[in-house]
């Protein structure tokens, strides 16, 4: 897949003013394509218009499906394949398996979660991420504009956007690939 | 993000108006009704049991089933009372933020302190012999053929300095030095938070800081002994090391779930404007994670006693599980005290909109009623307990009479801790 070249971003010193900045730009048209900053920035992502995260969804399923496993496994083991006496129990001595099956449910619920949330994020070792402006790792918050996304507006209406809603620098940023 | 100047009316007074004790009155009449008809047919047909027990050997009465709800329910509303204050108190001592408009809705709990103490007092004066083994002199005595060497072990515990089997000293010190204690400390929290709202700088958060922070050293001590004295010791055979902890964590959930619906009921009426959804939302956050500490804790006492299979620590799950009475409410237990609160309110939406929470909260009020009723009657009652028209009644009683001292005492004052310095922060609270 081709993914899009050219952007242009807008720098932000301050939080507050992005805040405001990505409610302004949002309500003049434009689509921003992501606001990268060095720290979380409460609010941004309501502000931005993103849904909620469904990784709970993801991490309940994963949940469930440690629990099934755990269970499954302890009785075909304890009732079938190896049955054995502990403490003068049942084979199949429901309370036992508890502790287990708790364990099992917590280790894949967060192991899943953490795969669902790292292949969603694109967070693979081979990935190669896009660095839009380095100093979004220091001290500014940058918001990025992809034009091909926008292609209804003048670029330079863009700019005046970004500008007047109190970037202090309006770049552009090219990608080889 | 958007910094609106907030108007809010901050001297706002909670009106107990006749119009909302109308139905708490109804359920109180219901429930006294409940048990006069339940005590009423005890007695008629008490006839029959007790011509059958005295041939066993030990004649029960009527009023021993009455004694026993007196005791579960003072227990577990004087529990409930407490943790409301020592909620509170956890508010100073983490100097949270969020919850500065609904503490005193926290505090006001304890306003049934006083009451509960002195009728856990009476009852046990009334009904020692009826509700703790240990309260018999012969247990004690070497030359009855029912002396107990175990409990005999045990009774420097209840007598010290008496002689073992004359006067519970220790005890009933204990008794009142735990209540005096924490009425004493309601009362002074109480008076220092309404006192903040006369001055303007923060010099009365910090003292009600330092009060919280003796406080919470004293419950830590005095809730586990509490535990064992007026629950544990019911089977004075039997011990529990955690027994302490679970019935705090029994009285905790409890007392959430009573803080949050009376907080969602105020909003209801119309107060505690700054009160939406993520501070509900954290409330709820507090009823779910302490519902699954409260199941940790019934499972590790479970487990740990159903594996190792010592007779003399299986004997107290034995009496429960194996009894057509009790049996069934172990599983009532688990499911509406675990199942129904974990399921329901794991989701989001679920702790942020008052339906749900409503919903949960009352079941778990019931629910960890019946964690007590299991504590109490079989210990007490034996087979001859259960959950009829007194449980019910008590239940019902108890519930009314304590929702209106708590909130005829919300009502004396100011709902709102106007000059609580963390209060801008809890405008904005945001989760």
């Given at each position: 897949?081709?993914?899009?070249?050219?952007?242009?971003?807008?720098?932000?010193?301050?939080?507050?003013?992005?805040?405001?900045?990505?409610?302004?730009?949002?309500?003049?048209?434009?689509?921003?394509?992501?606001v990268y900053s060095p720290y979380p920035v409460h609010g941004l992502d309501e502000e931005l218009g993103y849904k909620r995260s469904r990784l709970p969804i993801a991490a309940f399923l994963f949940g469930l499906l440690g629990t099934s496993l755990a269970l499954t496994m302890q009785f075909y083991m304890m009732k079938f394949?190896?049955?054995?006496?502990?403490?003068?129990?049942?084979?199949?001595?429901?309370?036992?398996?508890?502790?287990?099956?708790?364990?099992?449910?917590?280790?894949?619920?967060?192991?899943?979660?953490?795969?669902?949330?790292?292949?969603?994020?694109?967070?693979?070792?081979?990935?190669?991420?896009?660095?839009?402006?380095?100093?979004?790792t220091d001290d500014k918050h940058i918001m990025a504009i992809d034009i091909a996304n926008n292609s209804s507006m003048e670029q330079d209406k863009i700019r005046e956007v970004l500008r007047s809603s109190g970037a202090s620098e309006v770049n552009d940023k090219s990608f080889d690939e | 993000m958007a910094h609106d100047v907030q108007n809010y009316n901050l001297d706002q007074k909670f009106e107990f108006t006749p119009a909302l004790k109308k139905p708490i009155m109804t359920v109180l009449v219901i429930g006294a009704v409940l048990l006069g008809i339940g005590i009423v047919m005890a007695m008629m047909?008490?006839?029959?049991?007790?011509?059958?027990?005295?041939?066993?050997?030990?004649?029960?009465?009527?009023?021993?089933?009455?004694?026993?709800n007196l005791w579960i329910n003072n227990i577990y509303f004087?529990?409930?009372?407490?943790?409301?204050?020592?909620?509170?108190?956890?508010?100073?001592?983490?100097?949270?933020?969020?919850?500065a408009p609904i503490i005193r809705v926290m505090l006001s709990l304890g306003n049934w302190l006083p009451y509960a103490a002195i009728l856990t007092i009476v009852t046990f004066f009334v009904a020692n012999h009826d509700l703790f083994h240990w309260t018999h002199s012969y247990l004690f005595?070497?030359?009855?053929?029912?002396?107990?060497?175990?409990?005999?072990?045990?009774?420097?515990?209840?007598?010290?300095?008496?002689?073992?089997?004359?006067f519970p000293v220790f005890y009933i010190?204990?008794?009142?030095?735990?209540?005096?204690?924490?009425?004493?400390?309601?009362?002074?929290?109480?008076?220092?938070?309404?006192?903040?709202?006369g001055i303007t700088d923060n010099s009365q958060w910090f003292k009600i800081r330092s009060w919280s922070a003796f406080f919470i050293i004293f419950f830590a001590v005095s809730s586990s002994i509490a535990a064992w004295d007026w629950v544990m010791s019911i089977d004075t055979h039997w011990f529990s090391t955690l027994f302490g902890w679970y019935v705090f964590s029994s009285w905790f959930v409890a007392g959430l779930s009573a803080m949050t619906l009376l907080t969602i009921f105020l909003k209801g009426l119309g107060y505690l404007e700054m009160v939406n959804e993520n501070h509900v939302h954290d409330l709820g956050k507090f009823v779910f994670g302490f519902t699954i500490f409260w199941t940790y804790l019934w499972f590790s006492q479970f487990l740990l006693i159903y594996y190792a299979n010592i007779p003399e620590e299986s004997v107290y799950f034995l009496e429960r599980l194996s009894s057509d009475v009790y049996g069934p409410f172990i599983f009532v237990n688990i499911l509406v005290n675990f199942v129904l609160p974990f399921l329901v309110l794991m989701t989001r939406d679920s702790k942020r909109h008052?339906?749900?929470?409503?919903?949960?909260?009352?079941?778990?009020?019931?629910?960890?009623?019946?964690?007590?009723?299991?504590?109490?009657?079989?210990?007490?009652?034996?087979?001859?307990?259960?959950?009829?028209?007194?449980?019910?009644?008590?239940?019902?009683?108890?519930?009314?009479?304590?929702?209106?001292?708590?909130?005829?005492?919300?009502?004396?004052g100011n709902l709102i801790p106007k000059n609580h310095p963390m209060l801008e922060e809890s405008y904005h609270h945001h989760i």
């Open positions: 897949m081709e993914r899009d070249k050219h952007f242009i971003l807008g720098v932000y010193d301050d939080e507050d003013v992005l805040l405001h900045a990505v409610k302004d730009v949002r309500s003049s048209g434009v689509k921003i394509h992501e394949d190896w049955p054995m006496i502990i403490g003068g129990k049942d084979y199949a001595a429901f309370p036992d398996f508890i502790p287990v099956t708790f364990e099992m449910t917590v280790l894949l619920a967060s192991f899943g979660m953490v795969g669902v949330f790292m292949v969603t994020s694109n967070l693979k070792p081979w990935a190669k991420p896009r660095i839009f402006d380095l100093r979004s | 047909g008490g006839g029959h049991e007790e011509a059958a027990g005295e041939a066993g050997g030990h004649a029960f009465h009527w009023y021993e089933r009455v004694f026993a004087a529990g409930i009372a407490i943790i409301g204050v020592f909620f509170f108190a956890i508010q100073y001592a983490a100097q949270a933020g969020w919850s005595d070497k030359s009855s053929p029912e002396y107990d060497s175990i409990i005999d072990g045990k009774g420097a515990f209840f007598y010290w300095p008496m002689e073992k089997g004359t010190a204990r008794m009142v030095i735990f209540f005096g204690f924490w009425v004493f400390f309601f009362n002074k929290l109480k008076s220092m938070s309404y006192a903040e709202d008052g339906v749900f929470l409503k919903l949960v909260c009352s079941l778990i009020i019931a629910g960890h009623w019946v964690d007590f009723f299991l504590m109490v009657q079989p210990g007490t009652l034996g087979h001859n307990g259960g959950v009829g028209l007194i449980e019910v009644g008590m239940f019902l009683l108890y519930g009314s009479v304590v929702t209106l001292v708590v909130l005829s005492g919300l009502s004396k």
